[in-house]
């Protein structure tokens, strides 16, 4: 079963010929959870794996696409 993507991101660009029309919700609301975490000034690379953070951004745009949906 795949995850709920969310949709497109921006939905009025046009379609590719793969049928892929760019950047998922899900993919939106991650990068902006990972630009948040980053921004943070007591966010410590060197205490981080990159793995991890990743990780947690994807949980955060999930948990982002299910309030959507309420």
């Known amino acids: 079963m795949s995850k709920d993507n969310g949709g497109p991101a921006f939905p009025f660009a046009p379609m590719t010929e793969t ?12 990068a902006a959870a990972l630009m948040g975490i ?6 410590e690379t060197d205490n981080h794996d990159n793995g991890d953070t990743v990780c947690d951004c994807y949980a955060i745009a999930d948990a982002m696409l299910e309030e959507r949906k309420k």
Not at 19 to 30: E, L, P, T
Not at 38 to 43: S, V, Y
């Open 19 to 30: 049928g892929n029309a760019g950047m998922s919700m899900r993919d939106y609301f991650a």
């Open 38 to 43: 980053h921004a943070n000034p007591k966010w």
